[in-house]
């Protein structure tokens, strides 16, 4: 976390909080990517702290679209486990600050709910969103409500980010996370040390985008992992690891390609088969009868 001087911050770096490089550049490829695909929405970011991550979010807000942050700033917690995190981690925070250090990267505030996040379906209608950050109470209870209510604020398409998904100071959130994951359909899409990315809607093409991206990165490494049967990318930020050569990135995107077709194929040998045994079915031969015969009658008329 980064000390800030007094007076207001002139660069990210300048803002306190928890907001590491390798995920300030994968907010800013998503966010671009929902740009680029016309892809509208909200944006909502449940616990932000001095605004790191929700400056960086509001960069990309576009005409007609609204951004909510929800945090308890310098208001009480809802309960006493809550408070206890509250004193503990963020004693010194203020709304003030955190509008203060909003200011100073953006003209306009972005739609403040201060309390609890149990709050946010009040203020945002469902299915209204394409990004959610979910960065709050590490508290499973409340962390599993906020997955809840992210789910309900994205379309199939939206995206959710999960903070602390791994720390070791917050188990609860990691039982929230992966039990979306195991009985509520939440795809992870990639993974950092911190965050974890995931969507309701359709991970495979996001991935097919995202790894085309990271292979021409020299600032960021990856890997890709089999979680339960289904990809998971994890991503390094530069240093972690030697970045992959060229020859190494093109056979990774040749590979890649490959996969993608062979699923193609494999989709369009299912549609073939499924078509075949339309034909063979007997209402289908049938209703091919009862059209033939007046066409056969029409075509004897002199
Ligand atoms: C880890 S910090 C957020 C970090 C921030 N996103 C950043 O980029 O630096 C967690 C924030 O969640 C807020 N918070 C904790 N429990 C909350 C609750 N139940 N409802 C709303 N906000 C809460 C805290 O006030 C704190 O500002």
New binding site residues.
Partial sequence: MMTQETGPPSSLDE?????PKIDQLLFTWFLERQERLGERGDLV??????????ILMGRHLREGETFTV????DSD??DDS?QA??RG??SS?TRRAFESNYRAFHDRLPEIVQ????LILDHVQPETCRFV?V???HLYE?VHADIQAAHVLLPAGGLIVC??YRSEHTPGVSAAVWESVATDGLRPICVTTQKLYGTWGDADAVQDDLLDWLAARDDAWHEVQQVAGRRLVRVKGRGATRPPNEVGRLKERLARADKRLARAEDRLARARGELEAVRGSVSFRLGRAATALPRALRGRRP
């Fill in positions: 803002v306190r909080g928890w907001f970011e449940l616990g932000s702290y001095l605004g790191k991550s929700a929800c945090d308890l700033f917690a809802p809550n995190e509250m981690s963020y925070l309390g609890p996040t149990s950050h960065d709050a109470s409340h903070d602390d």
